[in-house]
């Protein structure tokens, strides 16, 4: 049966990214690196590296904290979904 608990969940942007399946915002799997809560990866359009955290008020943490590629200027945020273990990179307004 399916248990629904989860016990393993760690609260909201505290968890270790390397348990989610990381998908950029049109759901397409991407090459990252992770350690622990940081996310690296590439720039959509430029391809500068990009370092974001699923921590609170850190860079990338959600729209308001966004984290900004340093070769374009291009805003991206971890759009966590840790009962899917997802995490989708995905940009302030995409979507919206
Ligand atoms: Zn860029």
Not at 45 to 60: E, F, Q, S, T, Y
Not at 66 to 78: M, Q
Not at 81 to 90: A, M, Q, T
């Amino acid at each position: 049966m399916n248990d629904e608990t989860h016990q393993d969940a760690p609260a909201e942007g505290a968890g270790d990214l390397s348990e989610c399946q990381i998908l950029d915002a049109e759901g397409e799997a991407i090459e990252v690196d992770v350690l622990g809560p940081w996310l690296s990866f590439l720039c959509e359009d430029c391809g500068h590296p990009v370092l974001a955290a699923a921590l609170p008020n850190l860079r990338g943490s959600d729209p308001a904290h966004p984290a900004i590629c340093r070769g374009c200027g291009h805003e991206y945020f971890l759009d966590l979904r840790w009962e899917d273990r997802r995490l989708y990179v995905s940009t302030p307004g995409h979507g919206d």
